[in-house]
């Protein structure tokens, strides 16, 4: 399997797209026990190969929805109060989510480390999101991560290899 650089990754998610998208309706139509057990352990394999620090592409050109609870543990952690944490770096989005103001990332580093990943937000976390229990519920998002996150594109196609839909 090739291993696509960020700078690749727009192409050939756009040239995989309407495959892909295909694929994800016909998945839902047979959603299957093993779906989740298979996501998770190829997302444990690309895991295993892969050094978010070498990329870095999520926190460059995305940002994530910051809980309530995300906001309290890292305003805590930067010894900010609440409100004065949410003027500084988050904004609401269109879907009156909180958002960090800024891509990249205030708290991304030159060498691609967080200032605050121990204390990051649920979304940085959990981010591509390709372990989740139930993911047939999440394929839309996993579209938009494939163009985003080389692991993600590397889990979804090595899906299509081993639960082949046709």
Do not use: W
Not at 139 to 164: G, H, M, S
């Amino acid at each position: 399997m090739i291993k696509p650089t960020p700078e690749e990754l727009p192409k050939l998610a756009a040239e995989t797209h309407a495959e892909t998208k295909k694929y994800f309706q016909r998945l839902k139509k047979r959603q299957r026990k093993r779906l989740d057990p298979l996501m998770q352990e190829l997302h444990k394999e690309e895991f295993a190969k892969t050094d978010c620090m070498d990329c870095g592409n999520c926190c460059k050109t995305s940002s994530p929805i910051v809980t309530e609870k995300d906001i309290q543990r890292i305003s805590k952690h930067l010894r900010m109060k609440e409100v004065d944490f949410i003027k500084q770096y988050l904004e609401r989005d269109g879907d009156d989510f909180y958002v960090m103001q800024t891509v990249p990332c205030t708290f991304l580093d030159t060498d691609n480390s967080c200032f605050i990943y121990d204390v990051r937000p649920k979304a940085c976390r959990e981010y591509p999101h390709t372990d989740r229990r139930k993911f047939i519920q999440i394929t839309d998002l996993t579209l938009k991560n494939i163009e985003i996150c080389p692991a993600a594109y590397n889990i979804v196609e090595a899906l299509k290899e081993q639960f082949p839909m046709r």
